[in-house]
DNA sequence: CGAATTGTTGATTCCCCTCAAACTGGGTGG
DNA sequence: CCACCCAGTTTGAGGGGAATCAACAATTCG
């Protein structure tokens, strides 16, 4: 029986799946929080200096990953988060039938393997799309700090329900938006990503294939294609495979109208 | 810009948005939790018996809704969680078109509101389908005897996790299955959550529309209905408006082949 | 009872998938 | 060096599945 059927139903039996071992190496650096470059991106964005410091007191472990590995692989162990300090992630799983499904793409301060906590083993695969590294987070002692702090506690619930609001929009625009929308919605939100990241909101090179985007949008790569060069065609922006220049955010918000919560 | 955009990009500014006075009355009742009949099923599910003892040191207060009526809205503050004790609910939110679109239904144990946390205020509106009552969890309270307790705070996050993966799921779903794959997929999750809670799994009462059965798998109320109709002419179920007889579940389940994690 | 809501079914349209072919840039090896 | 291959991308042609538009039946409700 599927996950989509024992996801609310079975709660709390440890599912058992097989075991393959990461292949990426483990770091011996240690960071501190509060010397992490990162500051407000990740894990301790909206806590408070007292809270940091309480972090710093156990340093999580970094890891190299390059691209194409795998950080962590559907039905591995659930040990860590891993918050992402450089490069750029997707999150996959596989379907019956052999084709990956991409369920996200993380970028530098945004935390994965949320979805491990329910049953003790990860649920999807973590693979680098480009060189990277991250910060081990070992969930067993983020838990038992989290257990003596109230804060800590809230910043945690809170990004587990950012991730659960994430999915809702993504729930909506696969329920409700045709290619251009989704599209033009994928664009605006990596554009805004990159912008609070330092990055160009405008221009920008994709660390995805026109079939991982497909996967993530739920249409095919060549609709993929195909939309990006009717947005071409439109003057909403200029696109040379993975080279993207926004030319109309305005015109590209209004393509995707939808309110999405 | 839309939560799409914003998600997982700045996360901890509290959302404003229009406040709306719910429309249940608050029950005087108090229950607690050692004392309720829900058991497992609800939130000490996996909870030490010593732990559940604990979430009776505050009785929840109880609330009757009855059918249509509103339980939270979307943009209200948020400051409780929602444990059904009886009757069944969906969960909504409005697109900028004004269109509904429903992103889930809740029934006996289930949890509502998790997506609150994020922002402080509802993300979704929860309307019941039927008469139905709730226990109202504060979330500040539950948050504070938490912070003393590990085991109470492992729970909490793997109903929060356990959220995020029954949305993976349907991502999945709305990414990659046609109209009857999701139609069947919806029926026998039903079934399944209908056995688990002692109810026939074979035979039952819908208690949503078509409208929203399409809202939720994105698809028309048209095609929904269509598809009842393909799926009983192959006779794999009855089906009578919303009076429903599953009579080939092997087959409604090879009917969806997809692998959903 | 008429009006409104919900569900079923038919006809038509159209968006996107599928299949297919051609192009690009990069890497490899003879 | 160039021929070759390969993965990724673009573009075209055609078909199918679901949306749209529409009519009608069944039920509920004021």
Redesign the interface.
């Known amino acids: 029986?599927?996950?989509?059927?024992?996801?609310?139903?079975?709660?709390?039996e440890p599912r058992v799946l097989p075991q393959a071992p990461t292949s990426a190496p483990v770091m011996p650096l240690r960071m501190r929080c509060s010397s992490c470059h990162l500051g407000g991106l990740c894990l301790p964005?909206?806590t408070a200096v007292s809270d940091v410091q309480r972090l710093d007191e156990f340093r999580f472990g970094r890891r190299k990953v390059k691209t194409g590995q795998t950080l962590y692989r559907?039905g591995d162990r659930f040990q860590f988060f891993y918050a992402v300090r450089s490069g750029t992630f997707k999150s996959k799983?596989?379907?019956?039938?052999g084709?990956e499904?991409v369920?996200g793409f993380c970028m530098t301060g945004?935390i994965m393997g949320?979805?491990?906590?329910?049953?003790g083993s990860h649920?999807?695969s973590a693979i680098a799309l480009e060189d990277a590294e991250v910060c081990a987070i070992p969930y067993v002692q983020l838990?038992?700090l989290?257990?003596?702090?109230?804060g800590l506690?809230?910043v945690?619930?809170?990004?587990?329900?950012?991730?659960?609001?994430?999915?809702?929009?993504?729930?909506?625009?696969?329920?409700?938006m045709n290619a251009e929308e989704r599209l033009a919605?994928f664009l605006?939100?990596l554009s805004?990503?990159l912008k609070?990241r330092g990055y160009s909101a405008v221009e920008f090179h994709l660390r995805m294939s026109r079939a991982e985007i497909g996967?993530?949008?739920?249409m095919t790569l060549e609709t993929v294609s195909r939309t990006f060069s009717a947005f071409q065609q439109l003057r909403l922006l200029e696109v040379d495979k993975r080279h993207v220049r926004l030319i109309d955010v305005d015109g590209l918000t209004r393509a995707f109208?939808?309110?999405?919560?």
């Open positions: 029986m599927s996950a989509v059927l024992e996801a609310l139903a079975s709660p709390l964005c909206g559907e799983l596989m379907l019956a039938d084709r499904q369920n945004e949320l979805d491990g906590v329910a049953y649920a999807s838990s038992e989290a257990a003596g702090n109230a506690q809230q945690f619930a809170r990004i587990m329900s950012r991730e659960i609001l994430r999915e809702h929009s993504l729930m909506t625009l696969l329920g409700s919605a605006l939100n805004h990503r609070v996967s993530y949008l739920g109208k939808m309110r999405l919560n």
